[in-house]
């Protein structure tokens, strides 16, 4: 079919979708909320969720099922509205144990799993109703039909707020059928939008390899990883909606640039070479070029000249970000030398040293800054000085970023100029078994994920960043899934990128 074809396709469908929300009851609202996130289709009826959640949130809410509860709990805190757990109290007898029949509802388990998974920190009653949920769900396996046998086995290994969501949206949309409420046009409206939106994504993939294949040849650099479709790929899971075309490129250049430099400061440059590197970078200034040695040369005026180019593509009210991007990109510079130093002088540090420094060094904080570069009118001053300033939910996707690539590196042995890990460098400074520090680094990463949620009710104004800020967060289980980094060992992503990208959804 034409584009042209899809399109008046999409929006006849578009205008009978938006119909469901009149007149139906909170719940069936909810449930299409569900499904149209679930669908991945939600940004085109953005205005119909925001208002139906925001009423929800406001008025009584009665039901007795521990799905329509869960839903609600979930869908309300992802939308950075509060609800208190105690909703779950009356599911409860008085000593806080769940009803028995409870025990017996596959779908109500898994949205009360699914839920407790917006849990933020002392919210133990949450972790608790994981614990009773996940116990169930397995005692359940290979009694359940097929497409909710498939949905607990993926929530079961990765929690859908933790989840991909353009992935989960390929699993659903063949399943989505099966459901016994299922709604035609929604299903024909999910494959023509991941397709047109699937051209898109390609074309942009194709000018981004284009770039990327030039200035890999003209820097010379043969030591760096040359992985342009992971950067893309890593890009697109901040935003794939069709408007942020500008921020996807601008975001997945910064990721290049960020493989770029930390493979120099890693792989090949002397401790003298990364002193010189670093200078060069602080005094950002074509001039500085005469402090490097020959090789970095080219690279260190691609640089600037690519950071001139972001500033090109901005409007000249938005042309400021550019300088946050810069500074940002300045400060995990100086934080790749600190590594540097310390692994040239073969010095292990505190742990909690270690982690302020590696968190930078993740690439993470860049990133969250970087993001915001390209992106709309809901990008403010603010946004971008909350983002460099690395507090809640950006040093929570630092450290997660950080601390899945530790267990990853760990398991497969470093790197040979890697500086001694968070997971090393626990073991030593407390004396303690490998297992008790992977243990000690995985609670670690539990805590950034309330750091994570609770950001989402911290900050109202700077809510739209901090949900893109989360969905690199997001990105990372999927990254260093089973503990393998495939960001540099990409042959398991394959499957997915080409479902994503290339292979389009029969209709
Ligand atoms: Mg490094």
Redesign the pocket.
């Known amino acids: 079919m034409s584009d042209e074809g899809m399109i008046d396709r999409s929006n006849e469908l578009k205008e009978k979708i938006t119909g469901l929300f009149a007149g139906s009851s909170i719940v069936e609202q909810l449930n299409l909320v569900d499904t149209l996130q679930h669908l991945s289709i939600d940004h085109h009826f953005h205005e119909q969720i925001l208002s139906t959640l925001r009423s929800t949130h406001a008025g009584e809410f009665n039901s007795s099922s521990i799905h329509d509860v869960a839903l609600r709990f979930r869908l309300l805190r992802q939308q950075g509205l509060w609800v208190s757990p105690d909703v779950f109290s009356k599911f409860k007898d008085e000593d806080g144990t769940f009803h028995a029949n409870i025990a017996n509802d596959p779908r109500g388990l898994l949205s009360l799993y699914n839920a407790s998974y917006l849990f933020t920190h002392g919210e133990t009653e949450l972790e608790d109703n994981i614990l009773f949920a996940r116990q169930h769900l397995e005692s359940m396996e290979g009694k359940l039909d097929y497409t909710l046998a498939e949905q607990v086995r993926r929530a079961l290994h990765l929690p859908l707020p933790r989840t991909l969501k353009r992935v989960e949206a390929l699993h659903y949309i063949s399943e989505y059928k099966e459901e016994p409420m299922h709604n035609s046009s929604i299903l024909e409206f999910a494959k023509l939008d991941f397709n047109l939106l699937q051209r898109l994504h390609l074309k942009e993939l194709k000018a981004l390899s284009r770039w990327w294949k030039n200035l890999y040849r003209e820097v010379g650099l043969n030591y760096s990883r040359d992985r342009v479709v992971e950067c893309y790929l890593w890009s697109y899971t901040a935003y794939y909606e069709q408007e942020y075309t500008r921020a996807r490129i601008i975001l997945a250049k910064i990721i290049a640039i960020i493989i770029m430099t930390?493979d120099t400061?890693?792989v090949r440059a002397t401790l003298v070479e990364c002193r010189q590197l670093n200078e060069a970078i602080q005094r950002w200034d074509e001039s500085a070029v005469s402090l490097l040695p020959e090789y970095l040369q080219k690279f260190y005026l691609k640089l600037m000249s690519t950071f001139k180019e972001f500033e090109d593509e901005l409007k000249p009210d938005e042309k400021y970000r550019v300088s946050f991007s810069t500074k940002a990109f300045q400060i995990l510079s100086s934080n790749?030398l600190q590594?540097a130093e310390w692994f040239h002088q073969n010095y292990k540090p505190r742990f909690n040293d270690q982690v302020n420094v590696s968190s930078m060094?993740s690439g993470g904080p860049w990133v969250c800054v970087g993001l915001l570069v390209g992106m709309g009118d809901t990008v403010t001053k603010e946004a971008l000085e909350w983002a460099l300033g690395c507090t809640d939910a950006v040093r929570a996707c630092a450290e997660v970023t950080r601390f899945m690539n530790d267990l990853a590196s760990f398991k497969r042995g470093k790197n040979k100029n890697?500086v001694a890990s968070s997971v090393e460098c626990y073991i030593s400074e407390h004396g303690v078994p490998s297992e008790v520090a992977i243990a000690k680094i995985g609670s670690l990463i539990e805590d950034a994920w309330k750091t994570t949620n609770q950001a989402r009710f911290e900050l109202p104004e700077l809510l739209p960043a901090v949900q893109r800020v989360a969905n690199i967060t997001i990105s990372m289980p999927f990254m260093y899934d089973d503990k393998t980094d495939a960001f540099t060992f990409s042959s398991r992503l394959e499957g997915t990128i080409k479902r994503l990208f290339v292979n389009p959804i029969e209709l």
């Open positions: 930390d400061y890693d790749y590594e060094c890697d």
